[in-house]
């Protein structure tokens, strides 16, 4: 197994996107910490996983909050002693995060930069400081192709998703010395249930924007296809790969 004896965390991983990582890091071996703020999804995820006899753990924590996260951190050490794989997949998309630019207010502006962007800046500095003593550890987080094509009525999420980009880059720079590996996957249109209530809610509205593109390959993606790329990233034999992003569409980009 390319991650036996791994320890994963994957935020949101309880649900969506998150659900098809957790698997995959779970059958490639991993023991894996699902932490969401609703705790009850990462409970169900978690219990579905030991009955098929893999480990895993549920945690409840807003990765917007430090402390949450610090405790996450803690819980996790507590219980595996180590941290291998942190996964930065928790975010704010769907519906709330449709917002027209001139109308998105403070309040929605903060809720999709708190987890998007600054959630992802806090996991990934507590848990990078504990694999920097390590001296190895792998990060992946989890960008959208909305980062590269522009969303209509989602300037905010945008943004956010091209500040992982961003950071992404910067994170594997500075954590190299350390033997950290920081990478990003972009997914585009992944068949979950918060999408087909966006694409719904979008096309009530009248609005398109890059939905209304094909998919060079036929069909919206499933959280399975992401979860692979997953594994790939955190495993030995992506050892020489850091700072990349890699964008899994279906060629939705090729246009």
């Not at 996957?185 to 509205?205: F, V």
Request: hydrophobic share 45%; with cysteine; aromatic share 4%.
């Amino acid at each position: 197994m390319r991650l036996a004896g791994k320890v994963a965390i994957v935020t949101g991983g309880g649900t969506g996107i998150g659900r098809g990582i957790s698997r995959a890091l779970a059958h490639a071996g991993a023991r894996v910490v699902i932490a969401q703020r609703r705790v009850e999804k990462a409970q169900a995820m978690a219990d579905a996983l030991r009955s098929e006899g893999f480990e895993a753990l549920a945690l409840g924590a807003d990765i917007s909050k430090r402390p949450d996260v610090q405790q996450l951190v803690a819980r996790t050490l507590k219980q595996w002693g180590r941290i291998d794989i942190l996964v930065n997949n928790a975010a704010i998309t769907g519906l709330p995060a449709i917002a027209p630019f001139l109308e998105c207010s403070d309040a929605q502006l903060d809720l999709i930069v708190d987890v998007n962007l600054k959630g992802t800046f806090i996991c990934s500095q507590e848990v990078a400081r504990v694999m920097a003593q390590q001296r190895g550890g792998s990060i992946i987080h989890i960008s959208s192709v909305a980062a590269f094509a522009a969303q209509e009525g989602a300037s905010a999420y945008c943004a956010t998703k091209a500040g992982i980009v961003g950071l992404t880059r910067a994170m594997a720079l500075e954590l190299a010395p350390y033997g950290v590996r920081v990478n990003c996957l972009a997914p585009g249109d992944i068949l979950i249930e918060t999408n087909q209530a966006l694409l719904d809610e979008l096309k009530a509205r009248g609005i398109s924007g890059q939905y209304a593109r094909r998919i060079p390959l036929g069909r919206r993606g499933e959280p399975e296809d992401i979860g692979p790329a997953v594994v790939f990233l955190a495993s030995e034999e992506a050892a020489y790969i850091t700072g990349a992003t890699l964008v899994i569409d279906g060629g939705f980009l090729i246009y």
